[in-house]
């Protein structure tokens, strides 16, 4: 069974950094675009950060350009999410996702597979 299980979440101030990780049992995972989305409460689950099979091209939401990273490790089945310079609007549940189709990454129904998410919250 395919399973994304994201690790990394937990409670920081506002300016503090996290790296969110999201490991994938799957054993093309070399063939996966990865996303990360987020969904805060009481809001629509919205795109965040995108990479491509190879992490030769990468997408970001506007709102966390120049302060997220994302990136991936194909040797070890996992992608990661640098967050720095963290807002307490940064608070949302954090989900990783895998789309084997490349294409329209920002749309969260290009997605195949779903992790169960991980709870970012950042305080003023």
């Known amino acids: 069974q395919v399973q994304l299980v994201e690790s990394g979440g937990g409670l920081v101030q506002a300016g503090d950094s996290l790296r969110l990780s999201c490991a994938a049992s799957v054993r093309t995972f070399a063939s996966y675009a990865m996303g990360w989305f987020r969904q805060a409460p009481g809001k629509e689950r919205e795109f965040v950060a995108a990479?491509?099979?190879?992490?030769?091209?990468?997408y970001y939401a506007d709102s966390v350009k120049g302060r997220f990273t994302i990136s991936r490790d194909n040797a070890k089945n996992t992608v990661y999410l640098q967050m720095n310079k963290l807002k307490p609007e940064d608070t949302a549940v954090y989900y990783c996702a895998a789309d084997q189709g490349g294409y329209n990454l920002e749309v969260d129904a290009s997605y195949d597979l779903w992790g169960q998410g991980t709870q970012v919250t950042v305080s003023s």
């Open positions: 990479i491509n099979w190879s992490g030769g091209s990468t």
